[in-house]
């Protein structure tokens, strides 16, 4: 595998990841006052983690312009993480 295909894989998995995180987030906080909340809300810090472990990941082989992006979920990841403190 080529490094232009492993920079491109890498921050794909990024994208991805956070796709799934902003979107288990947008249904945990919609559920705030149901009775499964607890369970939700564990299961997005997990994932939450795992993106921020997938961004570190893609940005030791991000070009210039994927590290902005990447610097950017780093920044909404962050914002996730205070909304539900």
Request: glycine share 2%; proline share 0%.
């Amino acid at each position: 595998m080529s490094y232009y295909q492993n920079k491109q894989e890498a921050f794909q998995h990024a994208s991805n990841k956070m796709k799934q995180v902003e979107d288990s987030a947008a249904h945990v906080l919609e559920s705030i006052h149901e009775a499964d909340y607890g369970t939700e809300l564990a299961h997005l810090q997990e994932e939450i983690n795992q993106a921020y472990q997938q961004v570190e990941k893609a940005l030791t082989v991000s070009s210039e312009h994927q590290e902005k992006q990447l610097q950017s979920y780093k920044a909404q990841l962050d914002k996730i993480k205070g909304q539900l403190s």
